[in-house]
């Protein structure tokens, strides 16, 4: 049973590019949650997604940031015109239920670094 | 809004030593969880708790979960190189809301 997929593991972007970072979730799952992890820190929750719909986005920038999780395919955290700030880890996670709930499921992460 | 906080931020510990990371919680949970994640990996979830004053064992681990549902403590026994990582607490202070972890405690074992 294949794990949470995230790709790509390491992406570079100059300021002002967008950056597109997928995740699939693990089979079965339709609950998928995105974290950022700056270095020698926590987790920080950004936005949660059931197939089509966005459930909570409570801690997700509101501006130049979306994320989607479409019907068919993986879910995509976009960040549009990125700066320097915005060079994290983001991990993607999967659940069988809802938030708070459930144990979560964690990919590998996408490394942006932003130059 | 809602804190979790973890102490000690670091611990270096001898090989064969124990280790406790404690987790603190503003508001009373609903559960919290906790995850290990090895350096330049991804979180791996370790277990979940529910009840007040509940205890779990896992080989040499022992979680233990408040009477007051505000904190939480993960106990190493012995431990060993193959713990070295970073432990991460997570609350949820009602069923439908976002997991707020801590910061971690990251451990260093010294052979």
């Known amino acids: 049973n294949a794990g949470v997929m995230q790709n790509p593991r390491h992406l570079v972007r100059r300021r002002g590019q967008e950056a597109r970072l997928r995740c699939s979730p693990m089979k079965g799952h339709s609950h998928v949650y995105w974290y950022r992890q700056l270095p020698e820190e926590g987790l920080k929750f950004m936005v949660y997604?059931?197939?089509?719909?966005?459930?909570?986005e409570s801690g997700m920038p509101k501006e130049r940031f979306s994320a989607e999780f479409p019907k068919e395919g993986p879910s995509i955290l976009r960040i549009q015109q990125v700066v320097r700030g915005d060079s994290a880890a983001y991990f993607c996670?999967?659940?069988?239920?809802?938030?708070?709930?459930?144990?979560?499921?964690f990919g590998p992460g996408t490394r942006l670094t932003v130059t | 809004g809602q804190q979790v906080m973890q102490i000690p931020q670091y611990q270096h510990v001898q090989e064969g030593e124990d280790f406790t990371t404690y987790c603190n919680s503003s508001t009373t949970l609903s559960n919290i969880q906790w995850y290990k994640q090895r350096p330049g990996g991804h979180p791996v979830f370790l277990i979940q708790?529910?009840?007040?004053?509940e205890v779990k064992k896992q080989k040499r681990l022992t979680f233990q979960f408040g009477e007051a549902k505000k904190n939480s403590s993960l106990h190493i026994t012995a431990t060993q190189t193959t713990d070295v990582g970073t432990y991460f607490c997570a609350g949820a202070t009602e069923r439908n809301t976002p997991l707020v972890f801590g910061k971690g405690t990251r451990l260093s074992v010294i052979a």
């Open positions: 996670a999967s659940s069988p239920g809802g938030q708070g709930r459930y144990e979560q499921y």
């Open positions: 997604l059931q197939k089509e719909n966005i459930i909570d």
């Open positions: 708790l529910v009840k007040s004053g």
